[in-house]
């Protein structure tokens, strides 16, 4: 990673960790719940997408 983008993610992250002091309870509540509901879509999408993967390929080792 070069300087320039180390610096600029080092910025990113005041900028959000200064947001986030500012932020009132009730919408870091809010900001909580749309991260755990996105994370536990993208579990269920990554289960289902190595569900297909098995599927596939166990059914391509059947023929």
Do not use: C, F, H
């Not at 910025?11 to 919408?27: F, H, N, T, V």
Request: glycine residues 6%; proline residues 2%; hydrophobic residues 35%.
């Amino acid at each position: 990673m070069n300087k320039n983008t180390r610096n600029g993610l080092l910025a990113l992250g005041l900028a959000a960790a200064a947001a986030w002091y500012k932020m009132s309870p009730e919408q870091k509540s809010t900001i909580k719940n749309k991260v755990t509901d996105l994370g536990n879509r993208l579990k269920d999408n990554l289960n289902n997408l190595k569900n297909q993967v098995n599927q596939g390929s166990s059914t391509q080792s059947a023929s």
